[in-house]
């Protein structure tokens, strides 16, 4: 049987391996941090014009609302989508394009597509593509439609970049830009 080699000396081994292939490969190169909120990349358009900042832990915020339009009214079912998509987008909500993002989930194939794709419910599909859009990966053009972007620091860009139109925006859905 074959005698164990000295461990402290593997190790002292592997360490100057290291050193001597980062001399020669020189450090890292410094990656720009980006931002963890999709309100801190400034996306640009008429969706992301409006955020929507609720003060206070969900359960307060949800009683205020209950007290002061009653717990079936549109205000109650309104703010629990915003409570929701919290979660997601952080302390700034952009309601308007999170909601057009639900209706390319209702209107559209796109979450059957991709629950299919990951093998997962359709409701987690939803959760993925919010996440998506919160990471700045999918945006809401001005004229309503679904694109892929690439956010500003993700690359060697310094501005926003749309690379691919996923979905068309239903008329009746859009918003007038001013």
């Given at each position: 049987m074959a005698a164990k080699k000295n461990s402290a000396a593997r190790r002292a081994g592997e360490a100057a391996r290291r050193a001597a292939a980062a001399q020669r490969i020189g450090p890292r190169p410094v990656r720009p941090v980006l931002p963890q909120h999709l309100y801190d990349l400034k996306p640009p358009g008429v969706y992301y014009r409006e955020w929507d900042t609720p003060k206070?832990?969900?359960?307060?915020?949800?009683?205020k609302v209950n007290d002061d339009f009653g717990p079936d009214s549109d205000a109650a079912l309104?703010?629990?989508?915003?409570?929701?998509?919290?979660?997601?987008?952080g302390l700034r909500v952009p309601v308007m394009a999170a909601r057009q993002l639900d209706q390319f989930v209702v209107r559209t194939g796109l979450a059957t597509d991709l629950a299919q794709t990951l093998g997962v419910p359709p409701e987690e599909a939803r959760e993925h593509l919010h996440t998506l859009h919160a990471r700045g990966v999918l945006l809401i053009a001005d004229d309503g439609s679904l694109?892929?972007?690439?956010?500003?620091?993700?690359?060697?860009n310094d501005h926003w970049v749309f690379v691919e139109k996923k979905a068309d925006a239903p008329r009746e859905l859009t918003v007038d830009s001013d």
């Open positions: 206070g832990a969900d359960e307060e915020v949800m009683k309104g703010m629990r989508f915003v409570l929701e998509y919290r979660r997601t987008y694109w892929m972007t690439v956010p500003p620091g993700a690359d060697t």
